[in-house]
């Protein structure tokens, strides 16, 4: 059986370290270091190889690299199975945690956008490409600590081994994509922000985040993983990934974690969301770039729309924590990205006795930053003016078997689709609408927000 005990996975010419040495680990680990990137890469080939490539942050300390799923399941739109109860299945009894890093082996899972279908009472159509969920056991898994520089390894430590020495990928061509073409018109995005305005001032919500979406194909030789490689060079973010399935794949470089759960010394689970609202662009002029900055910390409209999502997580957070135990430990902060400065919020809770991961998705997903206030009729108000999403603001998340989860929400994301012709892709990018936004200046948010995607496919290396 493997071990669940970590190991500090090391080399020096064919040499590793003795583990239970605590200064033969110490000595290995400057030595160690491998780009997780490069890692994933090198397996990218293969379906169900899937990756979280954080930026080595303060919200980004941890990246990923799994393959080999033990088990696969796939929700399709029409199979009426629990989900919920698929991924406790998957998961087993839960396991004490040992020490290192917070995703020690578990289930790895998709949620489409539509899979909030499942969970309230709603008719969001399915993008017929994509299941509702999907989820995939993995119980190896390679850990790089960018902090301390240092890779753990947990369950099979062959297998990781073989990972982390796989040859490396060949060179992607300069160009990853001819084609990055709207869907629709940019008018019809703006009348459809000053229809979801309308509908705000006769009271029927207070916020919808509406979406504009782009199309290509990939030249041939291009892969799905090029896209994420190249955003990791240009973009870095804390909560990037690449997930493949058979004919799937996802490119994602999202800066949100949807929830989170993080486990205890006693064993209790503490829940945190840190929902995005607000957002400026980048200037090449570093006082331009300031004077953006400051206007969105300042700016009225960003500050009450971030407090309209943060009182909404507030909510789906209690659902399933102690009373009296979510808080915003956080409110109104600034992040800064390649492209964009975001308003970003904090809230934490105790997650109830007797309550899981599972019961945590359920009463938070989707995310509130991407559908808006009140919730349910804010879904049925983007249902009205978009096609199914698919994965675009659905959640990739780790569930550990320790009880242990994370997650982000799918913004700055493609996905992409293989067929006869090779692998075809789209992107979304959307912006949060309440009474007073301007549609042309919706619409150049999201031409923003859409930029380091569209370059890094669009122009070449």
């Not at 990246?63 to 629990?82: F, I, K």
């Not at 607000?278 to 006082?287: F, N, S, Y």
């Not at 913004?411 to 301007?438: C, L, M």
Request: aromatic share 8%.
């Amino acid at each position: 059986m493997a071990s669940t005990r970590p190991s500090v996975i090391g080399w020096q010419s064919d040499c590793w370290p003795d583990v239970r040495n605590p200064a033969a680990i110490a000595s290995a680990v400057s030595d160690v270091w491998r780009d997780p990137v490069a890692v994933a890469g090198a397996l990218a080939h293969r379906p169900w190889t899937t990756a979280f490539l954080s930026d080595g942050g303060p919200n980004g300390r941890w990246s990923y690299v799994c393959a080999d799923p033990d088990q696969t399941e796939m929700l399709a739109p029409h199979d009426t199975r629990d989900g919920l109860a698929l991924l406790r299945d998957l998961l087993g009894p839960r396991r004490a945690p040992v020490e290192g890093a917070p995703f020690q082996g578990g289930v790895i899972g998709l949620a489409s956008y539509e899979y909030g279908a499942r969970l309230e009472a709603l008719d969001l159509g399915r993008d017929p490409a994509w299941p509702d969920l999907v989820l995939a056991r993995y119980p190896t898994v390679v850990a790089f600590d960018h902090h301390r520089r240092r890779i753990l390894t947990y369950g099979d430590e062959g297998r990781a081994r073989s990972w982390l020495e796989a040859p490396p990928p060949r060179s992607p061509p300069a160009l990853l994509a001819a084609a990055f073409s709207p869907d629709a018109p940019a008018t019809a995005y703006e009348a459809a922000v000053a229809e979801v305005v309308s509908r705000i001032e006769a009271g029927e919500i207070f916020q919808a985040n509406i979406a504009r979406a782009w199309s290509g194909r990939l030249v041939p030789g291009a892969q799905p993983f090029d896209l994420i490689a190249r955003l990791s060079d240009t973009s870095p973010a804390p909560f990037a990934a690449f997930w493949s399935a058979p004919g799937r794949a996802i490119a994602s470089n999202s800066p949100e974690r949807f929830v989170r759960l993080t486990v205890s010394a006693d064993g209790a689970l503490t829940a945190e969301t840190r929902p995005i609202k607000g957002t400026r662009p980048r200037a090449a002029d570093a006082d331009e770039d300031r004077r953006l900055a400051a206007e969105l910390m300042a700016s009225a409209k960003d500050r009450a729309e971030n407090l309209m999502i943060v009182d909404l997580m507030r909510n789906d957070l209690s659902r399933v924590c102690d009373a009296g135990s979510v808080e915003v430990s956080d409110l109104f902060a600034i992040e800064s990205y390649a492209n964009v400065h975001h308003l970003v919020s904090t809230v934490t809770g105790r997650l109830a006795s007797g309550a899981d991961a599972a019961d945590l998705l359920a009463a938070a997903f989707p995310p509130g930053s991407i559908t808006g206030a009140p919730k349910v009729q804010a879904m049925r108000v983007i249902a009205a003016h978009e096609p199914p999403r698919g994965p675009w603001c659905g959640s990739l998340f780790l569930a550990g078997f320790d009880g242990a989860f994370d997650s982000s929400v799918l913004i700055r994301s493609a996905a992409f689709v293989e067929d006869g012709e090779g692998w075809r892709f789209r992107a979304q990018a959307g912006a949060g609408i309440v009474a007073d936004s301007d549609p042309v200046a919706e619409r150049e948010e999201t031409d923003a927000k859409i930029a380091m995607l569209r370059r890094a496919l669009t122009e070449a290396a």
